[in-house]
């Protein structure tokens, strides 16, 4: 069984395409905590989109690292 080699070359995209769908459902799980009045479901959805936030600077981290190895070559 042959290994398939390391494209990287779509990552960025990738992760920014994570970003953008990560702070949509962000978005709309606000519009939904404003509508919402049981105090369970909010805190909740309010700890769904610190994760989300968590995750957001993650990606974005991670999209600065594949952009300078991009930028070098990834070598």
Avoid: C
């Amino acid at each position: 069984m042959k290994n398939k080699p390391d494209d990287r070359k779509d990552n960025v995209d990738k992760i920014q395409h994570h970003i953008s769908n990560t702070i949509q459902n962000f978005n709309a799980t606000e519009e939904t905590i404003e509508k919402t009045d049981d105090e369970k479901s909010k805190k909740e959805l309010e700890q769904k989109n610190d994760r989300r936030e968590d995750a957001i600077n993650g990606m974005k981290s991670e999209i600065r690292d594949e952009a300078i190895d991009k930028a070098n070559g990834y070598k």
